[in-house]
Each structure stands twice: as structure tokens, then as C-alpha cells.
């Protein structure tokens, strides 16, 4: 096993073919995954400035 915890699953000639992953490392990875997601479905919104989000907030 490695420093991060992944172990290979390798074929019969020794190639890597799939990785073990702890869950939390998982879990984590598809949260980012997720989350980057949703940053491209919100690519086309328009931006709000600062000091628009900022009344927006206090409100």
C-alpha cells in the first residue's frame, strides 16, 4: 500500500487496471466532482459585484 492508502488492482501481464481507494478519500473525490458540476452548469449565470452581494446578504 502506498502513502495515501490506494492499492492497485493489476491484470495478468501487471498492468494497472483499477485502484482502491480508502472511502473517505472516495467520498471526498466525488463530493469535488459534484461540486465542480455545479460550477459548469452555473458557467452562463451573470455575476453579481461585491457590493450588490453584500446588500443581498444583509438583507
Known amino acids: 500500500?502506498?502513502?495515501t492508502?490506494?492499492?492497485y488492482v493489476v491484470d495478468e501481464h501487471g498492468n494497472r487496471v483499477a485502484i482502491i481507494l480508502p472511502l473517505c478519500e472516495y467520498e471526498q473525490l466525488q463530493?469535488?466532482?459534484h461540486d465542480l458540476?455545479?460550477?459548469?452548469?452555473?458557467r452562463e449565470e451573470p455575476t453579481v459585484?461585491?457590493?450588490?452581494f453584500r446588500?443581498?446578504?444583509?438583507q
Not at 37 to 42: D, F, I, Y
Open 37 to 42: 458540476a455545479v460550477v459548469a452548469e452555473r
Open 5 to 7: 492508502g490506494e492499492q
Open 1 to 3: 500500500m502506498s502513502a
Open 55 to 58: 446588500k443581498r446578504y444583509e
Open 31 to 33: 463530493e469535488d466532482l
Open 49 to 52: 459585484g461585491f457590493n450588490e
